[in-house]
T-cell receptor
Framework: DQQVKQNSPSLSVQEGRISILNCDYTNSMFDYFLWYKKYPAEGPTFLISISSIKDKNEDGRFTVFLNKSAKHLSLHIVPSQPGDSAVYFCAARLSMNYGGSQGNLIFGKGTKLSVKP | DAGVIQSPRHEVTEMGQEVTLRCKPISGHDYLFWYRQTMMRGLELLIYFNNNVPIDDSGMPEDRFSAKMPNASFSTLKIQPSEPRDSAVYFC????????????FGEGSWLTVV
């Protein structure tokens, strides 16, 4: 069973508009969430993260929102740019109190974002 | 600074052959991870090391897979014998101690077993 789910395999957005990528998780023992971006033929690169004790983290055009009660997080990109076109992976880490460890991340399958000029 | 370096970038091999994937982590990083990406399963952790010691290999699919880290700057992932279902992109990643869970990926090794 997938513990981290990205139900939209793809998303298309016009340049300048907001991109919203969604992620759902099933394990309430996750305590840290990350978003990675991946261009073709490259490895994933870290984008932004959030601890479970927060509900929002912002870094420039990127904001991650966490709704623990709904076990849902989202990544907002505003304004979207053509260079943002990539596959975005949501990842979660199990709390160390429940057997988790640094860097042992559980990834979703990714959402391919296309930003059209 | 050099990132995580993987080789080969691409490999096509015949079923039954041995495959060895190599990784050089970022200098000074204590943790090294091997991930595999497939269409069906996405990115999944195979094994990780801390200070060259394997910590968790529960993600290794079966005995045909083995990984070693003889020193802080080198790791291998070996598949012997290889099978077509092993075709995937294999990523190596590393992270420093107390990085806040951020891990840094290499560019991946694309393996095709025919």
């Amino acid at each position: 069973d997938q513990q981290v789910k990205q139900n939209s395999p793809s998303l298309s957005v016009q340049e300048g508009r907001i991109s919203i990528l969604n992620c759902d998780y099933t394990n309430s023992m996750f305590d840290y969430f990350l978003w990675y971006k991946k261009y073709p033929a490259e490895g994933p690169t870290f984008l932004i993260s959030i601890s479970s004790i927060k509900d929002k983290n912002e870094d420039g055009r990127f904001t991650v929102f966490l709704n623990k009660s709904a076990k849902h997080l989202s990544l907002h990109i505003v304004p979207s740019q053509p260079g943002d076109s990539a596959v975005y992976f949501c990842a979660a880490r199990l709390s160390m109190n429940y057997g988790g460890s640094q860097g042992n991340l559980i990834f979703g399958k990714g959402t391919k974002l296309s930003v059209k000029p | 600074d050099a990132g995580v370096i993987q080789s080969p970038r691409h490999e096509v091999t015949e079923m039954g052959q041995e495959v060895t994937l190599r990784c050089k982590p970022i200098s000074g990083h204590d943790y090294l991870f091997w991930y595999r990406q497939t269409m069906m399963r996405g990115l999944e952790l195979l094994i990780y090391f801390n200070n060259n010691v394997p910590i968790d290999d529960s993600g290794m699919p079966e005995d045909r897979f083995s990984a070693k880290m003889p020193n802080a700057s080198f790791s291998t992932l070996k598949i012997q014998p290889s099978e077509p279902r092993d075709s995937a992109v294999y990523f190596c990643a590393s992270s420093p101690h107390r990085s806040g869970n951020t891990i840094y990926f290499g560019e991946g090794s694309w393996l095709t077993v025919v």
